[in-house]
DNA sequence: TGGCGACTCCTTACTTCGTAAGCTAATATA
DNA sequence: TATATTAGCTTACGAAGTAAGGAGTCGCCA
């Protein structure tokens, strides 16, 4: 079970996640550091994905055991946390405050994004109880800056914050399996979906004419013509930027709508 | 590593999704059938979660050992797609046809999420490799066909889809965590938040100083009037019906501009 | 300054998981 | 009827998280 914030205690948690450093105590010193461990557990996790990210291991690149970690961190799930805040770091701040909100929601959505497409582990931990580690707050924040700039109340703003994790998300999953599918499998996606396309095929033969509405979504592909990545990352792509480009039209039509009759 | 779907041979997996008879083969008659195991499967999943079903709780289920069911699935991964598929059976097809697009659209999310919300374990498979089965894929034709009336080109289409999905997915994520967490911890949800907010005063004292727009985005909460369920719950319903609204209001303003100037 | 006690890190071991291997008994087809 | 093929069992392997306890190390107070 991965991926569920706040399992353990709170405080130590916090105290962890905040870097408050601990009253000089008795026994040996410590020849690792809360810093060094999730370093190297992000490595790891970049390179074999979250499977490859067990306690033994974490402590064998550091030259321990597993067991030596348990002195740092209360345990796996809490390492997780651990290492969600501190990829946050990579976004960074909104370059001027000064630009219109669209432009600056639209970015920082950009930039969350990418943020998840090079840490694609980060989507196991949920976004539905936040880690509230000091990056995730500073990403947070600087969100909330650039909404406020619409002028919406709190509610409104909060469900376009929603819509706006989910649809990151949800287009950063895609992507990502699409391509660990790719590296796991070992054929391209290309591949891979034209043999399931055949084996479709074979089993249900008359698939077009029982799902018709479905085959004419998918009619009229786009050709792959920027460097929205191969295959079936491509489609992934454009759909986030349409459904991005539809959302924040929905938002400017409320902010034109609230500043004619506000309250 | 749960969630990726098609890891198996596409052919075997697609003849069990589909149902596919098999002819008349040597051996022993089959005790058991693939819908008796997904059924047992599914109820372990929906009582004690995605972790309570393991190949041997479900055979015990069944009155057989773990390996039993290797004669039937080809692994753990496979059963996992068809219980997902399986679910879909209870998103019931659109009433009328004849409805608004946007109430038909709007109507279909809603019984999605009622849907992963009856059984949160189905948020571990991935949207993003379909697993392309008989009721998932009639999910989504009634889902191409309310859009058809949108009057949309494909591409636009496509977009909303995933769009809607992303936040369908996104809010059933956080309901469900919400949930799990408070029948995990034992406590309320409003006592983890408590205590929650309490650790970080003390870790963070300065928080709202530093984080004032997080703050003030928070503000101004509303009551909870309506049914959206316990304490941390509410929030995340009410931002599902803002966001959902206003990416429908996206969604009406292309097709008013297209309707204009179609091509 | 001596020693108490808390600490780090190790080894060992327990549990649970998915599933590979190989066995026996049952059965459709030649 | 002989044979090949299957279902379902037992056993076992490797990997995972982590509990338990011991050995050595150091801060602090008497």
Redesign the pocket.
Request: without cysteine; hydrophobic residues 25%; charged residues 20%.
């Given at each position: 079970m991965t991926g569920y914030a706040g399992r353990s205690e709170p405080r130590r948690m916090l105290s962890l996640l905040w870097r408050e450093d601990?009253?000089?105590?008795?026994?040996?010193?410590?020849?690792?550091t809360v810093d060094a461990i999730v370093d190297a557990a992000i490595e790891l996790a970049d390179a074999r994905g979250m499977?490859?990210?067990?306690?033994?291991?974490v402590?064998e690149r550091l030259?321990?055991?597993?067991?030596?970690?348990?002195?740092?961190v209360?345990?796996?799930?809490?390492?997780t946390e651990l290492m969600y805040d501190r990829v946050h770091e990579e976004l960074a701040a909104a370059p001027g405050s000064s630009r219109p909100w669209r432009a600056a929601v639209s970015d920082w959505a950009d930039r969350l994004l990418a943020m998840h497409l090079r840490h694609p582990w980060t989507l196991r931990v949920s976004f539905a109880r936040p880690v509230m580690g000091p990056h995730e707050q500073s990403a947070l924040e600087s969100l909330a800056v650039a909404l406020e700039d619409t002028g919406l109340p709190p509610s409104s703003r909060r469900g376009v914050v929603a819509a706006l994790f989910h649809q990151v998300r949800g287009t950063a999953a895609t992507v990502a399996e699409a391509r660990a599918a790719a590296a796991v499998t070992g054929q391209t996606d290309r591949q891979w979906w034209s043999r399931r396309a055949a084996a479709l095929r074979q089993v249900v033969p008359d698939f077009v004419e029982r799902f018709p509405a479905t085959v004419r979504l998918h009619a009229d592909p786009e050709p792959v013509t920027e460097d929205d990545g191969p295959f079936l990352e491509a489609p992934a792509r454009r759909a986030y930027r349409r459904g991005m480009s539809m959302l924040l039209d929905g938002v400017a039509a409320a902010v034109a709508d609230h500043s004619e009759s506000p309250g």
């Open positions: 601990p009253p000089p105590r008795p026994g040996p010193k410590p020849a690792l499977d490859g990210v067990s306690m033994r291991a402590g030259g321990r055991t597993g067991m030596a970690l348990y002195s740092y209360p345990g796996r799930d809490s390492l």
